[in-house]
């Protein structure tokens, strides 16, 4: 049987309010709003933030510059699935990402063998690795700033160094990469990612990860804000001792 239908996350006064939001940071409404979809495990949602965003911002200008926005969009959202799987896990990015390319034009995918934006076929393959470990290094140390150590330090004493060589290896060839999205807006899709997993430790580095990345505190606090707003649309509400489990947060949001 097919899974049950669910009441729309994304009514039109929400999505009217995330894109018109005036301190979030140009052109990211769509990858962030697709990022927190994908974590609530409602891809079916995702649709409709492409189809709304390839209808709405792109750029008018004759057919070869509204084909190039049309694309630039469709890559942003995929690229920002692809990042939510280092915090969200990859069976989410692959139903969200089959869900996207349903609607997705086929001029509008990326194919197989065929030019990649990210060229992470060529980091894997024929990069040497120690200079894509290098660059994720640089990359978390951005993030995390005078804590990075700490940070690294912790994960690695775990009680398993392997914590430690994940995070590596996703920082190195998944997050590191911002040929399509920035280090900022990489921070925003984390963001995007951990609030609705109500894991407070690690969205507040993901928090200051952003300012780090060149993000201002009002960008940063308006991602927050429309992240929580689509949660909430989803049902998640903040739950007391009272409550076992459930779907909510046991403490308020981090914020800078």
């Known amino acids: 049987m097919p899974p049950i239908a669910l009441p729309p996350v994304l009514t039109p006064q929400l999505l009217n309010y995330i894109r018109k939001h005036p301190s979030v940071p140009p052109h990211t409404w769509y990858f962030i709003s697709a990022a927190v979809l994908a974590i ?71 194919e197989v063998s065929e030019f990649s934006p990210t060229s992470r076929r060529i980091e894997i393959y024929h990069t040497p690795m120690p200079e894509i470990l290098t660059r994720g290094q640089t990359f978390f140390e951005n993030i995390y700033g005078k804590i990075s150590k700490r940070v690294m330090g912790q994960m690695e004493r775990s009680g398993t160094e392997d914590l430690g060589l994940i995070a590596r290896l996703t920082y190195s060839y998944i997050l590191s990469n911002t040929s399509v999205l920035s280090p900022a807006e990489t921070s925003y899709v984390m963001i995007a990612g951990l609030i609705p997993q109500d894991v407070n430790p690690q969205l507040k580095g993901h928090l200051r990860g952003a300012l780090n990345g060149g993000a201002t505190k009002d960008e940063v606090k308006a991602v927050r804000d429309i992240v929580i707003r689509i949660c909430e649309a989803s049902g998640m509400r903040m739950i007391d001792s009272s409550v076992p489990a459930g779907w909510g947060w046991r403490e308020e949001v981090a914020d800078l």
């Open 40 to 110: 609530l495990n409602r891809p079916d949602e995702i649709t409709t933030v492409y189809e709304r965003a390839i209808q709405i911002d792109s750029l008018p200008g004759g057919q070869t510059a509204e084909h190039e926005e049309r694309l630039k969009i469709s890559r942003r959202i995929r690229e920002a699935l692809i990042k939510s799987s280092a915090v969200g896990g990859v069976p989410k990015t692959i139903n969200a990402l089959l869900a996207l390319k349903e609607v997705t034009p086929i001029e509008l995918q990326d």
